[in-house]
């Protein structure tokens, strides 16, 4: 099956500094590859995601890119912000038999200092 | 609103006692999910469900039952054979058809603790 690295799983910046969070997967199969930030007490939102036909992608501070060769993307974060601070997931998903099934990474927090 | 609900968000569970918890979604998805969430090791799958009636092990489901009677529901239950039960739990949901399969709508967890 597939598996997904994620790191670092601690990050601390300033604000305003940018942040940077990788993660590596081993089924090249895997063609969907998304992002999640959670907060405290929360469940986990998707902020981005980005396709295996697609090499970047940017929404305002945010930015996902992927190497589909060395099978790693990564998500950026520029300008961070007090309120970036959370746990941020990635995934890679697999189309087997109609059904994605995600394989998470084991989360990076993100802390983001005044 | 549409949404994912899950409750209760506090549970506690004493020994040998099964627990079950609830998650509801109005967002007419045909799948559901749920996570064991514990600290460092990530979203790990226990269960998940394609259709009403029909419904997958995942990779950490011993100790765990669940149904899917109705669309709207996939109750989780918790059996006093699941040895290491705390953790915070996460139902999913996410909607067929292309495009849109593949992205999560996550509820806000249930935090279930042993007495």
């Known amino acids: 099956g597939e598996n997904v690295e994620q790191h670092p799983s601690t990050l601390s910046v300033q604000e305003g500094d940018s942040a940077v969070i990788k993660c590596t997967y081993s089924d090249s199969a895997s063609n969907y590859f998304p992002w999640y930030k959670q907060e405290l007490g929360k469940g986990p939102q998707l902020i981005i995601d980005i396709r295996s036909n697609v090499g970047e992608k940017k929404d305002q501070r945010i930015a996902v890119t992927l190497n589909k060769t060395a099978k790693h993307f990564s998500l950026h974060i520029t300008e961070t912000q007090p309120e970036d601070s959370a746990v941020y997931f990635c995934a890679a998903l697999t189309l087997s038999g109609g059904s994605y099934i995600p394989t998470f990474g084991r989360g990076t927090s993100l802390i983001v200092h005044p | 609103d549409g949404g994912i609900t899950q409750s209760p968000k506090y549970l506690f569970r004493k020994e040998g006692q099964n627990v079950t918890l609830s998650c509801e979604q109005n967002l007419n998805h045909d799948a559901m999910y749920w996570y064991r969430q514990d600290p460092g090791q990530g979203l790990r799958l226990i269960y998940y469900s394609q259709i009403v009636n029909d419904f997958q092990k995942g990779d950490i489901a011993e100790g765990y039952s669940v149904s899917r009677e109705k669309k709207e529901s996939f109750p989780l239950t918790v059996t006093s054979a699941q040895k290491n039960p705390t953790a915070f739990y996460l139902c999913?949901?996410?909607?067929?058809?292309?495009?849109?399969?593949?992205?999560?709508?996550f509820g806000s967890g249930t935090q279930l603790s042993v007495l």
């Open positions: 999913a949901s996410s909607r067929s058809g292309t495009g849109g399969r593949e992205k999560l709508f």
